[in-house]
Structure formats: C-alpha cells, structure tokens
C-alpha cells in the first residue's frame, strides 16, 4: 500500500468512527430529550398529589375540629 492509500485509507476509517460517534451522539441527545419531559410529567405529578394530600390533610382537621 503505497503512503497515500494508507493516508485515504485511514481518513475514510476515521471519518466512519466520527460518523459513528455523531450517530451515537444524537441518540443520547434525544435520550436526553425524552428523560427531561419524563420529569417534567413527575414533577407536574407530585404537585397534584401534594395539592389533593394538602386538601385532604385540611378536610380531616375541619373534621376533627368540628367533632371535638
């Protein structure tokens, strides 16, 4: 293999691995993506159930007030 196949050769292989890597780096971004909506939707949760949990907590004091 003469010095310039070698050299066109190890471009292209290098210039497969960066491809690779972009590839695997776009996956994690919409990984990423997806994780980050995930915890939105958990966080809009616990707010609800902490807002039903704090109503509840409330209702059973009146209740206890009123009773005694």
């Not at 290098?14 to 695997?24: P, T």
């Not at 902490?50 to 004091?61: F, G, K």
């Amino acid at each position: 293999m003469t010095p310039d196949e070698t050299r066109d050769f190890l471009n292209e292989m290098f210039s497969q691995i960066g491809d690779r890597f972009d590839r695997v780096d776009t996956r994690f971004d919409h990984v990423d993506e997806r994780m980050d909506q995930m915890e939105q939707k958990v966080d809009q949760r616990f707010e609800e159930l902490t807002t039903v949990n704090n109503s509840l907590i409330d209702a059973v004091a009146d209740i206890n007030k009123r009773q005694g």
